[in-house]
């Protein structure tokens, strides 16, 4: 059986949580994946950037599978309180993870 030839490349930036899930997620799929370690910057948590090659026709499989194994979450980020004479942290309520993911055409595509 001939493989698809990779027509994207999709790169999904997920919570450090969710990369088990969502690598298994991706790979009952039938498509290539990526793992590479990076932190965030706005929190500077650890996270992971999924490198996925997307064959023809599996792009909306591919979100779903990440939209269902990558789920947000509340967390709490100390905040000085602005006009305190103390700085006392007050806890900021942020939403986090889920998933970005950027799609970028793929010209060429080779395997050796």
């Known amino acids: 059986m001939e493989k698809s030839p990779i027509r994207f490349l999709m790169t999904a930036i997920v919570q ?13 799929v039938g498509v290539p994946v990526f793992h590479l370690a990076s932190t965030g910057g706005f929190l ?9 090659g997307v064959p023809e026709g599996k792009q909306d499989e591919i979100l779903v599978a990440l939209q269902k194994s990558c789920r947000q979450r ?26 970005t993911v950027f799609t970028i055409p793929v010209e060429r595509y080779e395997e050796f």
């Open 16 to 28: 450090e949580q969710d990369v088990d899930l969502a690598t298994r997620a991706l790979a009952a």
């Open 44 to 52: 500077g948590r650890r996270n992971a950037t999924l490198l996925v």
């Open 74 to 99: 509340m967390e709490y980020l100390a905040v000085p309180l602005e006009g305190s004479p103390l700085p006392l942290p007050t806890p900021v309520p942020v939403t986090v993870g889920g998933a």
